[in-house]
């Protein structure tokens, strides 16, 4: 056995676990704590919206239904993903505290994709829900019932449990014992594998793994079934019952195009080309926290439904509010 193979079983037989990794965040951005206030701004308006919008789910009867038990889902999801990943990022580059503990590098990672791949396979749901309503009108109430639904998210919930949990755990594996400094504004699988000095070649194929299940089916799945809606739709012969069941996909097709574009473009752009570290974060972070933002406004401002139980609330409200309490 030579000198360099020796070195490398006594590598790979050495298992460093560091104690601590570094975040890199922005490198020589002028005035970069202004967008960090910026994504503490978003971040108030995506709780605000989105606990607004389960409360009116959750409070009106009227829409315990399958297609609000799925928005509910997403509005949940959206508000835990922007919970898991702003605040840290806040605490992390506004206060210059760049240095994160293993274990909880680990945490951070797993709940940011955890809810990342949950908001992307409830936007499947929501495209199944659009499918059946429209290609399968008469029978739309028999197939998507509260149970069928509740089952079809719990197994959303479990099985993106599942991956990123195996995801992370494969992480444990890999020795870490050179540079430290994750080039990323957080824990991202794939700037921290990449730092190991031994193989991780499993950590490697489990990413593409996941970049596939979170981004590449849930978009595939989503096209095929508004191929299949515009077949249906090209069959119905008036024109305004055919814009009336379009306008019924607005909303979806909105919260899928603020969602995926921008994450399948970032991707395909730093495969083809060269993206500026800085860049490549603004994105990133954008990416992450716009469509927890502006699912619920989507939802509320052109949703009638939503609107008209947000008015009748507020009616209620303030009759309440009028009315004298009986002793």
Known sequence: MGPEEKAATILNATFVRPAKFYL????????????YVFLGLIYIMTVLGNCLLMSVIYLVRTLHTPKFMI???????????????????????????????????LSYMFFVWFFGSVQS???????????????????????VTKPAIAVILLFVWIFSLTLLALAVKLLDRL????????????????????????DNSLNYTIANVVFSVIMCIPLILIA????????????????????????T???????????????????LAALTSYIHANARIINSTLTHTIPALLNPIIYSLK???????????CKNIRLRTLTPSKK
């Open 24 to 35: 890199s965040g922005f490198s020589n951005m002028p005035h970069e704590k202004y967008y």
């Open 71 to 105: 928005v509910f889902s997403l509005a949940l999801a959206d508000l835990c993903g922007s919970t898991a990943l702003i605040p840290k990022v806040l605490d992390t580059f506004l206060f210059d505290r760049n240095e994160i503990v293993y274990e909880a590098c």
């Open 121 to 143: 396979w409830t936007l499947v749901t929501m495209a199944y829900d659009r499918f059946i309503a429209i290609c399968f009108p008469l029978r739309y109430h028999s197939i």
């Open 175 to 198: 020795s870490f014992c050179g540079s430290l400094l994750i080039q990323s504004f957080f824990c991202d699988h794939g700037p921290v594998y990449r730092l190991a000095c031994n």
């Open 224 to 247: 095929l079934t508004y191929v299949c809606i515009g077949i249906a739709l090209s069959r119905i012969a008036s024109g305004v019952e055919r814009l009336k069941a379009l306008k």
């Open 249 to 267: 996909c607005t909303s979806h097709l909105i919260l899928v195009a603020i969602f995926f574009l921008p994450l399948v473009g970032t991707n």
């Open 303 to 313: 949703t009638e439904e939503v609107l008209n139980s947000i008015r009748r609330l």
